[in-house]
């Protein structure tokens, strides 16, 4: 006789078979993302944003600058002047007096200079109208002939000429005024028209006619 394998049929409970048991697995929790990878990245991408707005700026300040350069150097911002006659630019009031073609060298001993050509010089008085010391410089006048050649002034020759430096990077303060005279040394025959005067390299200057 067989005796029965009671592991064979499942446990029973008081009404009968009792349920099978199921164990739930729980997936894992998700892992959370690291934020300050984003962070970082953010930060990083406005900064590089603002540097290559402010190349832009500085691009676009620089390439005015030279453009107006460009334009003051060929006479366009110029406004009229009459020669005798006070006028400004900026800071400065210039009146130009006279303009003498007829030296061919200026100064005495040592610090006598000799022109290329022939020496132009143009007398005026310069005049602070601002409120502030501002320096007069020379290199910054240009004179001009009919065919519109521009001539640079001779500082040596100036010297020489003056024995200081009253249109040599003078400074100048408010309400005073200097008298002085700007030397240019042109080819012989040359005769200028007109003087351009600024109150610095960056201004637009006035144009005086020198006759």
Known sequence: MTTPQ????????????????????????????K?????????????????VGIFAALGTAANEVVETLDENAAGKNAVPGEMGKPARDGKFEFTVTKLDCSKSSVGKSALAQKAQGTYCIVSLTVKNIGEEAQTFDGTSQKAYDAAGTQYSNDSAAELALAGDASTF??????GNQVKGQ????????????AIELHDSFLSGGVKIPLS
């Open 35 to 51: 934020k300050w990878p984003w962070i970082v990245g953010g930060i990083f991408l406005v900064m590089v944003l603002g540097c």
């Open 182 to 193: 700007l030397v240019y040394d042109v080819p012989k025959g040359t005769e200028l028209t």
């Open 169 to 174: 990077l003078e400074q100048i303060n408010p």
């Open 6 to 33: 009671h592991d064979q049929f499942p446990p029973t409970g008081p009404n009968g078979p009792a349920a099978p048991q199921y164990v739930v697995m729980q997936a894992p929790p998700p892992k959370k993302k």
